[in-house]
């Protein structure tokens, strides 16, 4: 056994530990993707449009206007 | 793009515009939707029926790219459910839906327009839209990797004929800046008013608004060199990008310079 592989399997007690944390999904704060999300919608492109946000609603628009949807995903957080 | 008159004006009457936004706010019901259709990627865009399916996930950027995908889009998805079920089908309809969609490239039109015998309005729609295939993919020849000076010049020659032609690309064709770039080059050379006035508003006016979004980066970058100003490193790293940035201001700015001295001597 080489004296990397001796100090590798000394390190897994404390890999074992981590790996809860390392696993854990990442937060988001509230507060500050609301903000975001309100922010987003005094955009230019987003104003002066008719964007509807609700799935259901645009849904319910294309099958009164027979009009497909035009679906643009976009995001308001930093990944 | 969706902040132009012109995008707005033709959604309002051709489409239902849903912008399905990741907030990452808890419990906001479809916020994740983007999985749904298998996108990897912000922004996205695509094409769904009043089911939500979609259509196609293939929207090219360009406005009249998404004039004809939405225009096309009920017409492809009948088509193609009565492909599915093993039924037959109207080959014209479905040459030109396919078409439309993006799906073909400029030998798929060719040979279509000829086998098919497609005449008339739909003959000319076709060509219209093979004329920016062509221009497209000799945009992605001349620019792409791997790309010679000799295809560059090709690629103006092909241009410059094709104007001299009668051919013209529609409004808000994707090749737009390409063709025009290639025009104002053909044209400086040999001397053709016509062909470079008719690209050079738009190439300059591409010009301008490139440099004002450059030189829109260049406070962040300053202010970043005072915040992280202790940071030997990071000063470095800021500094390095901000350089970059700096020159290409300076390297468009000549280029306008230049663009505005060609047309100065052509007006003469």
Known sequence: MTSLTRRGLALLPLAALLVPELSAQRTFDQEQMK???????????????????????????ARETGRPIFAYFTRTYAP | MFSKQDFQDWASDNAVLFASVMTKIEGRKDDDLLRTYEFRGFPSLAILDAEGNAITKKVSRDLFS?????????????????????KEIDEK?????????GELDSN??????????????????????LFVLEMGELASKSRGRGATEADKMAACVAVYEAFKAGKRLP?????????????????????????????????????????????????R??????????NKARVARIEQALGRLEQMIADTKKELTELEAAAEKLRS
């Open chain 2, 108 to 129: 798929d039109v060719r040979e279509g327009i000829a086998d098919l015998g497609i005449t008339g309005d739909e003959k000319a729609k076709a060509e219209e839209m």
């Open chain 2, 66 to 86: 998404m004039k004809n995908v939405v225009a096309a889009a009920p017409m492809y998805a009948k088509i193609k459910a009565e492909i599915d079920d093993g």
């Open chain 1, 35 to 61: 903000a975001n999300y309100a922010e987003m919608q005094t955009h230019s492109w987003f104003t002066n449009g008719d964007w509807i946000t609700d799935f259901a609603a645009a849904k319910a628009k």
């Open chain 2, 171 to 219: 409004a808000g064709a994707a090749p737009e800046a390409f063709v025009d770039e290639m025009l104002v080059d053909a044209a400086k050379d040999s001397g053709d008013k016509k062909a470079f006035f008719f690209a050079y508003d738009r190439v300059h006016e591409r010009m301008v608004e490139r440099i004002a979004s450059l030189e829109g980066y260049l406070p």
């Open chain 2, 93 to 101: 309809a479905w040459f030109m839906a396919q078409l439309a969609m």
């Open chain 2, 221 to 230: 970058y300053r202010a970043d060199l005072e915040k992280f100003k202790d």
